[in-house]
């Protein structure tokens, strides 16, 4: 349990600037139909589900980072999509992040597009 409440410590010192842009989006009515129609949709935990456990979702999680975005548009599509959202617990989206952040994915993402 430490090592999440670790990880949830590591996720909210990020930096004001960034905290601001994400509350932006978050704030928006977009954001927040996506995510009652997300709960709607999936209630439970889209990985753990997969993995046969019943746990009720906590978050809802980008699939791609909205921030990942060049552009202000792309930044809007990938953070109102909701094709670009999973339903998680709290122990998968630290999970979701790690993996993210693991092999450059971001690089290979923007690779991808190109």
């Known amino acids: 349990m430490a090592y999440i409440k670790l990880l949830k ?3 909210d010192n990020v930096p004001t600037v960034r905290k601001g842009k ?3 989006i978050y704030q928006d009515k977009r954001w927040k139909n ?3 129609e997300k709960k709607r949709m999936n209630p439970l935990c889209e990985r753990c589900e997969s993995n046969n456990k019943v746990v009720p979702l906590t ?6 980072p909205f921030d990942w975005g060049t552009t202000s548009e792309e930044v809007e599509s990938l953070a109102f999509d909701l094709d670009n959202t999973k339903s998680v617990c709290n122990e998968c989206h630290d999970i979701e992040h790690e993996l993210l952040n693991k092999n450059n994915t971001k690089e290979i993402w ?5």
């Open 110 to 114: 923007k690779n991808h597009k190109l």
């Open 9 to 11: 410590t590591r996720r």
């Open 34 to 36: 996506i995510v009652r």
């Open 22 to 24: 994400y509350q932006d």
């Open 59 to 64: 978050e809802i999680h980008h699939i791609i």
